[in-house]
């Protein structure tokens, strides 16, 4: 068999596409290897989120030109986000590459490596194509948590954003394919997927006849053996009552939403063009609290968008408290060629953005740690997914408001087992329990 590495850069998208593009050249007799040295095929699946995610693919790149240099016949190829933003300078900067796709070209995948294996030089394939559903998988991986892309791209066009430019516009798969792809993994062991798009929320107004996200999780949840669904990005202007409804009806959807804010002020999600405003996202949260009073939020925050004054940074951290977030994902704002923000006056100068950066963690390490005393003494059903990293005599796992908890399986729970645990912990970055009896040890143990 011939070989191939993957090196994956970015989001769970790219963790996702890495999966299929090793499934289909599995399909082609590639199987594969974590050591590049040895490798026949090596792709780079690329993100162009932030400046540094490009340079560290440059850097990577650089490294391969010693490899190609005395191995002419190894393949090298670009794929994902940076491949369509940056196809020319890729060519330019690193021309040891044989081959540039975007993630529309990933069901050709076998068809370019093959080209590129013949001999063909500065093959590129990045324009849209139809969309194709690829449930291959790599060898041996019988996830009992995956990821299920339910649409791909986005049409919101946020001011700082490149993801519509690389990932083209929303196009939902059919209910049919995921429900299929998802039976498949539960035949496989998975016990909990999370379905995947950049605007999830967006799904099926594309298909006929539509649909829509909440319709999708009820036909998910009807699939026997799954325990856990999640869902992951929501964007708060295509939030529904809908949905809401279905964050309580469905009972195999988690108490968890990640919805990104981006920032807690006005004038500033105006510049991003997000299509909300706080208020209204507030109250979207306490609808959804409304609905389901357990609800964790996560969130996205940027700090230091083009024109970000002192007062609109300040109205960030008070929505950081009101909300009272499980989970934050910070950044500093980094311009991007090629969108409106890059060019927009008023830049805020590096040292500002580290600065209020540094004061935005302080206050969500305080928010987050207010919200996991609260579970402190309290039952949580946990999801069993593998021995503890600290202690490998413990089980992990995590709760459906996504917190890790380590337990003390005493041989009495395992891998892919939901149990009830009572935290009698709570650590900065995990959460200690103990496994609750069931009603019939209670009995065997009173007697
Ligand atoms: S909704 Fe998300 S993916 Fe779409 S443009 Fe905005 S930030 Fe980018």
Redesign the pocket.
């Known amino acids: 068999m011939a070989k191939l590495h993957l090196i994956t850069y970015g989001c769970q998208m790219n963790e996702y596409d890495s999966e299929r593009v090793a499934g289909l050249l599995r399909e082609h007799a590639y199987e594969l290897t974590a050591d590049e040295s040895e490798a026949d095929v090596i792709l780079l699946n690329t993100c162009a989120i932030r400046e540094k995610a490009e340079e560290k693919v440059f850097s990577k790149l650089g490294e391969l030109r010693r490899l190609k240099t005395a191995r002419p016949d190894v393949v090298v190829g670009v794929m994902g986000c940076m491949a369509v933003l940056q196809n020319a300078t890729v060519f330019r900067r690193a021309p040891q590459v044989d081959l540039v796709f975007g993630s529309a070209a990933i069901a050709r995948v076998p068809e370019l490596v093959a080209r590129a294996r013949e001999g063909r030089r500065h093959l590129l394939e990045t324009a849209e194509a139809p969309l194709v559903k690829i449930t291959a998988r790599p060898p041996g991986v019988r996830p009992l948590k995956a990821f299920v892309t339910v649409m791909e791209g986005?049409?919101?066009?946020?001011t700082?954003?490149?993801?519509?430019r690389t990932?083209g516009r929303e196009r939902s798969h059919p209910p049919a394919a995921i429900l299929a792809e998802v039976r498949g993994l539960v035949a496989d062991g998975c016990r909990e997927v999370t379905l995947l798009g950049?605007?999830v929320n967006a799904y099926g107004r594309d298909l006929t006849p539509p649909t829509d996200l909440a319709e999708l999780l009820a036909r998910v949840s009807e699939v026997p053996g799954l325990a856990r669904i999640r869902f992951t990005?929501s964007?708060p202007?295509n939030l529904t009552p809908r949905l809401v409804r279905a964050m309580a009806d469905v009972p195999k959807v988690c108490e968890y939403f990640h919805l990104?804010l981006?920032s807690g002020s006005n004038a500033v999600l105006a510049r991003m063009?997000?299509g909300y405003t706080r208020e209204r996202y507030l109250e979207l949260v306490a609808a959804l609290r409304d609905a389901v009073p357990a609800m964790a939020f996560s969130t996205d925050l940027i700090v230091g968008f083009p024109g970000e004054t002192e007062d609109d940074f300040a109205a960030t951290l008070e929505m950081v408290e009101r909300v009272g977030y499980d989970n934050v994902f910070s950044f500093r704002y980094s311009r991007r060629p090629g969108t409106p923000a890059a060019s927009m006056p008023d830049q805020v100068p590096d040292a500002v953005k580290a600065e209020r950066h540094a004061r935005l963690l302080a206050v969500v390490q305080r928010v987050t740690a207010a919200r996991s005393a609260r579970l402190a003494g309290r039952t949580v059903e946990v999801l069993i997914d593998g021995a503890s990293r600290k202690d490998p005599g413990a089980l992990s796992g995590r709760t459906r408001c996504n917190r890790v908890v380590n337990v003390d399986g005493g041989g009495r729970a395992g891998v892919g087992d939901v149990v009830d645990v009572q935290v009698t912990e709570v650590l900065p970055h995990s959460l200690r329990g103990v496994l609750v009896p069931t009603p019939e040890e209670a009995v065997c143990s009173s007697r």
């Open positions: 986005c049409e919101k066009h946020c700082f954003c490149v993801v519509p990932r950049q605007t990005t964007n202007y990104p981006q063009n997000r």
